[in-house]
């Protein structure tokens, strides 16, 4: 609870910012302003301050002073620790995923010379040693966040929330390698489109939608999660789909491949 005694010009002061101020209580004696009106008035102005809720007011209004106590649920320090939190957890999974990349760059050139030579077996397995590569790394990778995230974390000056963020965020990496590799053969095979739709449904076609969807929904369906943990949840969410989706494409590929063959 934060507690502030406010002057005569009824000024609601919280760490040095003027929440709200009205003329209307300046003159001498003192209204007699009910305390539901008061409160509405003080809550409007300090969520115009950028407070995400300002509630349970309660207010005692004695001559030309008055007192009044809240709860605040977020201020700002914790809002800014939470945006850095997410900062955080968006540059190390960025930095984790790196090798999966380069792993589907290295296999890139000999797809697209076995593809171009129409040596089709070896296009399958070039496809698969690639894909594996990329899981057994994606894996290694996987378990040393998995135990250390709270360390990596630590090295950011970060700890409330950030190590559950980092888990949940790259819960899938050890077969995220399939989807990026998957999505990349297109490319050296020669077909653009596919590629294109496939590289954009990880970070665009689906985690742009579902990180507006889950923090409207998913507090609702289970309470225990509040709006920033849908947040979280919506990163493993796309990576599920965009997995899936690479998985369907690849198959169609393989059993196309195979025809050839």
Request: proline share 5%; net charge positive; with cysteine.
């Amino acid at each position: 609870r934060v507690g502030a005694r406010v002057r005569p010009m009824c000024q609601l002061h919280y760490r040095g910012v003027v929440l709200h101020e009205d003329p209307w209580c300046a003159a001498a004696p003192a209204p007699q302003v009910s305390c539901d009106e008061w409160g509405a008035r003080a809550q409007d102005s300090c969520a115009g301050h950028g407070f995400v809720r300002a509630a349970d007011w309660r207010c005692c209004i004695a001559g030309r002073y008055q007192l009044c106590t809240r709860e605040i649920w977020r201020d700002e320090p914790h809002r800014r620790r939470q945006c850095a939190a997410v900062g955080v957890v968006g540059r190390v999974a960025m930095f984790t995923i790196l090798p999966l990349i380069g792993m589907s760059i290295a296999v890139q050139p000999l797809l697209g010379f076995n593809y171009g030579a129409k040596l089709w077996h070896r296009v399958k397995k070039t496809l698969a040693v690639g894909m594996l590569g990329a899981t057994i790394i994606g894996t290694v990778l996987w378990v040393f966040i998995m135990v250390f995230a709270a360390q990596i974390i630590g090295f950011f000056g970060i700890t409330d929330l950030s190590a559950f963020a980092l888990r949940v965020n790259l819960i899938f990496l050890p077969i995220i390698g399939f989807q990026i590799v998957g999505s990349n053969y297109f490319q050296a095979t020669g077909q653009p489109t596919k590629s294109i739709i496939l590289s954009m449904t990880r970070q665009i076609l689906f985690l742009v939608p579902l990180t507006l969807i889950l923090p409207e929904v998913l507090p609702g369906i289970l309470p225990m999660f509040d709006g920033l943990d849908a947040v979280y949840m919506a990163v493993p969410c796309s990576d599920f789909l965009a997995i899936f989706t690479v998985g369907a494409f690849v198959l169609v590929e393989l059993h196309r491949l195979n025809k050839r063959i």
